[in-house]
């Protein structure tokens, strides 16, 4: 098991820079696939990063391609969001996520359901004016 806590939101304007950071404590991030989602208000929560268990495969809804670059530091056992040219249509409430799956199992495993996810973060809030 894992608990996450999600830090770095805040108020910026659109065009500026932020990175989201996600704390685990319990089992390694080298035994978890992770991923990052986020909710607007009245929306669904939807898929926007997803990093593999081994840290080599990555996956990026088309909304956020070529801005948002999701890795994993492993000795911080900390995994990051940085959000670049950030635009009012990326105000959300952001969380990170994980699920279990063991480093030994070299396939790459990176799911971009939220279903497929069983830890969460409570959530950090990005808030970006025009």
């Known amino acids: 098991q894992v608990q996450l806590v999600e830090s770095g939101g805040g108020l910026v304007q659109a065009g500026d820079s932020l990175r989201l950071s996600c704390a685990a404590s319990g089992r390694t991030f080298s035994d978890y696939a992770t991923g990052w989602f986020r909710q607007a208000p009245g929306k669904e929560r939807e898929f926007v990063a997803a990093?593999?268990?081994?840290?080599?495969?990555?996956y990026y809804a088309d909304s956020v391609k070529g801005r948002f670059t999701i890795s994993r530091d492993n000795a911080k056992n900390t995994m990051y969001l940085q959000m670049n040219s950030l635009k009012p249509e990326d105000t959300a409430a952001y969380y990170c996520?994980?699920?279990?799956?063991?480093?030994?199992?070299?396939?790459?495993?990176?799911?971009?359901?939220?279903?497929?996810?069983?830890?969460w973060g409570q959530g950090t809030q990005v808030t970006v004016s025009s």
């Open positions: 996520a994980a699920k279990f799956r063991s480093k030994f199992r070299t396939r790459p495993f990176a799911p971009t359901s939220e279903g497929e996810y069983e830890y």
């Open positions: 990093l593999s268990q081994n840290g080599g495969t990555s």
